[in-house]
């Protein structure tokens, strides 16, 4: 026994970062097997707190492996997610009944991202502040019902981790091997989540004000690399996309041809027009779609939404020009539906908020309780202000990650899971107002052993997942509008959720 105490203490001095990343993978997702052996809805391909996609991501994975496409549609969503999916139903076999193995196999995944986000997090938090970064993500509700669904964000957050470390790593001008990997990765990172590709001028001006001694000539000839690569990367789906297109204006000669260059999707203009109109909510609203009729289903060939595929941009600004007042409070609107993802607390039972909520279209559960939301949000301006003192100049890279999805908030739509997917850049700003105030008191005893104890308390969190994972499954209740023919619950529209 002494001999093996021996041998792991000098694995443990030798190899410390890659002991952190296994135990924080571990503990990761010990968490989220417990949430989903206690989750009623663990064999359903979704969840009860979030719907989202999840439909139309089987449908594609099931083609996808079966090796049989059906009729050319609008690429209207990002491809990626879905071909993951489908390697996933072609290693572990199609669905039979159940969605758990591949539930479990997201799970793993986010679990990893977990890991590997702490392990660039030490660079700019320490060791402590990164561990309870890490335990904040991976106990997390929000993130344990997203990591346990069809929910793209599980791929995307890793991108998004991705790009952030290599921007850090390569702060001073990218190596060639290190431009060639960024570029990659902001490629698949866009055929996640299409708005990635829009991070690029945020990353390219953190890179301007963050450049070494490295001429401007190798800088530019380097960040040049890096987005040829990603568009080498989004090439092969962009020419996909523009045989699809060309099928599509043929399918419907005397209706104007929609534009055969869409590097990843052709929702931009029409989910414009739908988020910016007199009634819009913040939230998703298809009503421009809806009302042009279809069923709510997207028709190139119907008049009136082949104009807002092609003219959605002119439509929502016009209505913008023409209502400066109402867009000004709808912006709000759509911010505050992000910021909601401050209302989702921690743990399998949402503490401190609880389960008592409602659940928007394609959205994840938001509960009725609020009081985490405007502290939460005031720390994280905080953050955001010290990110710009010299001191701390190296997190105004996830200030400008957060400004970026902010703006495509304000644009589009307000979605609550749209701060969940942006984790990897936000728990760093959170902390920073508490590493700058321990920084400040180098010789206090709590500003060394805060983090420590912090992140050792929510290992209670734990013990909660596993004290329901072995009682019986919880139930819920859930109300909403249904369908007049099958008398089910319509899950794109809103559904309110409480414990039974």
Sequence with gaps: MRRLFTIASGLCARHPVALGAAVTFGLSLLLRWLFLQAAPDRTWPFSIFFYGDSRFFHAYALELVRGQPGPATLPYHPPLFPAFLGLLYGALGTPQGSAYPYKLALAVLNAATVAFTWVWWRRVLGTGWSLLGA????????????????????????????????????????????????????????????????????????????????????????????????????????????????????????????????????????????????????????????????????????????????????????????????????????????????????????????????????DVFVPEGAGLKWPLTLLLLTGAALSLRPAWRGFSLFTLVLLHRALITVAFFGYTRGLLAVFPALIPLLLLPLVALAARAPARPWATRLPAIAAAALLLLWVEAGALALAAPRRFMASGSTDTTSGKLIQDDWVRIWPE
Aim: aromatic share 10%; hydrophobic share 50%; charged share 15%.
């Design 135 to 362: 335990a904040l993500f991976a106990g997390s509700f929000g993130w344990l019902v997203l990591s346990t669904t069809y929910s793209n964000e599980v791929l995307y957050a890793f991108f998004l981790s991705a790009t952030c470390a290599l921007m850090l790593q390569h702060r001073e001008g990218p190596t060639a091997w290190g431009a060639v990997l960024l570029g990659v990765v902001m490629g698949l990172g866009s055929l996640t989540r299409a708005e990635h590709l829009y991070l690029w001028p945020f990353l390219l001006a953190w890179a301007w004000l963050q450049r070494g001694a490295q001429p401007v000539r190798t800088l530019a000839l380097r960040w040049g690399t890096a987005l040829l690569v990603t568009a080498v990367v989004l090439a092969p789906w962009a020419v996909h996309n523009a045989r699809v297109l060309r099928e599509l204006n043929a399918r419907t000669p005397r209706l104007e041809p929609l534009p055969v260059l869409a590097p990843i999707t052709v929702y931009g203009p029409i989910n414009f027009a739908m988020a910016n109109h007199a009634g819009a909510t913040g939230g998703f609203t298809p009503d421009s779609v809806n009302s042009a009729g279809q069923d709510g289903f997207l028709d190139v060939a119907n008049p009136a939404q082949r104009h807002l595929l092609l003219h959605g941009y002119a439509e929502g600004l016009a209505w913008m020009r023409d209502h400066p007042a109402d867009a000004a409070r709808l912006w709000v609107a759509k911010l505050d539906r992000w910021l909601d993802g401050f209302r989702l607390g921690l743990g399998t039972t949402n503490q401190p908020a609880g389960l008592n909520g409602a659940r928007a279209p394609v």
